[in-house]
C-alpha cells in the first residue's frame, strides 16, 4: 500500500512543479483605477427633469456717501453758528447790506483791521432813502421772498430758524483765513479729530501760553515760518500741512486779500479761491455762505441740498441714484433751472 502511495506522489510532482511554474510567469492582475472623486453622470445617465434655476447672489445695497456739510461747517463754524470767531456776543450792528455780497465783518489776519459795510446811522439823511436792505431786515426780506415763490417752504422756514442771516449772525467778525483753514482742517476727518487736531496746531503758535483758552489763532506770516514738518507734529497729514501751508502764503504775498473777498463778485471770488490746492468748489462754496455771509450761493454738488430740493418736488429720495460715478438725487442742471426763482437768495 505504501509503495503505490509513493508512486502516485512521485508521479503528479513534476506536474505540481510546471503549475508553480506557470504561475509565477502570469503577469498580476490588474486592478481597476477607481477615483474618490465624483463624476458628474452625462446627460444620457440622469432621467428627464426640470431644469434648476442656480441661487441668486443676494445682491449688496451700495451705501450712499455722507454728506460732508455736517462735519465740516462744524469745525467752520464752531463754536459759533455761522463763523469761526472769538467773540459770540457782539452787539448786533445795523448795517448796510446786499443779497449778492460779503455782509460778514471781516478781520484782516495780520493787521487785525475790520472791513464792514456801513453802518445805517452813518449813512447821511439824504441817503437813507435809498436803502434797500440792512443787517436788520436782510432775513425776512429773503424769507418773504422764498414763502412767495415756493409757498411750500413756509412750514420748512417757520420749524427751523436761519440764525446765519440773522442780525446777531452777521455781526459775528470773521477772519477769513482762520475760516478757510479751519476748513482744510475738517476735510475727510470726524468733528472730534478735526476740533482736537485745530487746538494742537494753534498751540504750536502758543507755545508761551499754557492757558489754551488764551490762545489766538496764527497769523499767515507765523503759518509761512513754520515748516511743513511742524505743522504736522499737529496731527496735520503731509498733504494738508502743504494746503495750509500753501494758503498761509496767499494770504502773506498779497495774492489772496481780504478787501478782495469783501469787495469781489462772487465768481471772482469762486475764481481766486479754488485756485488754492486743498480748495475745491465745494469747500468755497461753504466759506462763502457761512463765512462771509453771502446769500445767493448754490451748491449743486451738496448732497445735503440736492436731497432737500429733491425731495420739495415730490422726489422718492430713498432712491438714491448714481450717475457718472457721482452720488446724485437731482442733476445739477435740473436743479440750476428750479434756483432761478429763489434768486438772490438761494
Known sequence: MSSRRSARLSEASPNLKQASSAANDMPPPQVANISKKRKNPSKDDVPDAAPSTPKRKKATRPVPPMTPTPSAIGLMTAPYSSGDIDDSTPPPLNRLAVPNGTNAPLVTPETHRLL???????????KKGNIKSTT????????????????????????????????EGLAEEIDPF??????????????????????KFVALFNTDEPDTAQHSFPTPSQVCASSIEALRTAGLSQRKAEYVHGLAQKFHSGEITTEMLFNASYEEVLEELIKVRGLGKWSVEMFACFGLKRMDVFSTGDLGVQRGMAALMGRDVGKLKSKGG???YMSEKEMEEISEKFQPYR
Open 116 to 126: 464792514a459795510n456801513k453802518a445805517v446811522d452813518q449813512v447821511s439823511p439824504s
Open 326 to 328: 457721482k452720488w446724485k
Open 136 to 167: 436788520g431786515t436782510l432775513l425776512e426780506e429773503a424769507l418773504a421772498h422764498l414763502v412767495k415763490v415756493e409757498p411750500r417752504l413756509k412750514a420748512v422756514i417757520e420749524k427751523h430758524h436761519c440764525h446765519v442771516f440773522s442780525p
Open 178 to 199: 482762520r475760516s478757510l483753514v479751519s476748513g482744510i482742517i475738517s476735510q475727510q476727518v470726524s468733528g472730534a479729530a478735526a476740533k482736537s487736531i485745530k487746538a
